[in-house]
């Protein structure tokens, strides 16, 4: 999945961020990378799970694809970096963030006041709520608090999962959404919890008249990409290219493409 891209000549790390930010990839090959403390040299190294449609998943070809890839390349494009990912399953995914293996993570992570208090994240690239997903002949669960004594499917580090806890329900872990909702389409768990895209995206793609969405979270959840604290400089030059992005259209566009609408803000 790597690309080509022009690189960036920088000789301090404000001059990083000033080049990155502002000229976008218009730059000479030089040293951004090391600037921004990547892990390999000028590339961007992503973690992401490759199995998370429609944000991170594999076409029909093998081909990685997804709202989060086509963003974390925008971003690469941008600040005139490759880009690498490295597709890892979400539950060791910020075990590998933490131990240096990636530079970030493009995945759809919703910022937390829990992750705040120990990572760094970009301004957000997608504005969503959260969905409360049962059988469509399900009459007992028509809100979050109905979860008590129930059993929800949900990735074991997601906020998802503290959302049911905090309810009551009593947890299956699985892997992602795929695995979800075919436990609750089979009837061995009761419900799920999981971003209203994701829903959206399966129901525009898969048959789902066997499942409904029976709640929906008031607040919004914002999703960013994340890095450790020692590479908030890293941060803060995303925060540069999501901006351009923006005004230029380009995270509209990508809504339009997976959503039909801009979903970034």
């Known amino acids: 999945m790597s690309r080509n891209r022009a690189l960036i000549t920088v000789t301090a790390a404000s001059a990083a961020l000033l080049t990155l930010t502002g000229c976008g990839s218009s730059g000479e090959p030089g040293g951004a990378g090391e600037e921004l403390g990547l892990v390999s040299g000028d590339t961007l190294t992503v973690a992401t799970e490759g199995t998370y449609r429609p944000f991170s998943y594999h076409d029909e070809t093998g081909e990685l694809v997804g709202y989060d890839v086509e963003v974390a390349e925008a971003v690469a494009e941008n600040l005139g970096l490759e880009i690498d990912f490295q597709e890892t399953q979400w539950d060791a995914i910020f075990t590998g963030l933490d131990a240096g293996r990636f530079d970030t993570i493009a995945n759809q992570v919703t910022i937390t006041p829990e ?13 969503s709520k959260g969905v409360l997903v049962v059988q469509a002949d399900n ?3 028509a809100g979050f608090e109905d979860l008590d004594g129930k059993t929800t ?6 906020n998802w999962r503290d959302l049911a806890e905090e309810n009551g329900a009593a947890i299956e872990g699985v892997e992602g959404w795929a695995q979800a909702v075919a436990l609750l389409e089979e009837g061995r768990v009761d419900a799920t919890i999981n971003d209203s895209l994701t829903f959206l995206d399966y129901a525009n793609t898969e048959d789902a008249s066997g499942i409904k969405v029976a709640a929906e979270t008031e607040e919004e959840s914002q999703s960013a990409f994340v890095v450790t604290p020692e590479r908030e400089a890293l941060a803060q030059a995303v925060d540069g290219a999501l901006d351009e992005l923006r005004a230029d259209g380009t995270l509209a566009e990508l809504g339009e493409k997976y ?7």
């Open 115 to 127: 992750r705040e208090a120990d990572y760094v994240f970009s301004a957000p690239y997608t504005v």
């Open 139 to 141: 009459t007992e669960i």
């Open 153 to 158: 499917a949900q990735s074991l580090t997601s």
């Open 259 to 265: 959503f039909g609408e801009d979903v970034s803000e």
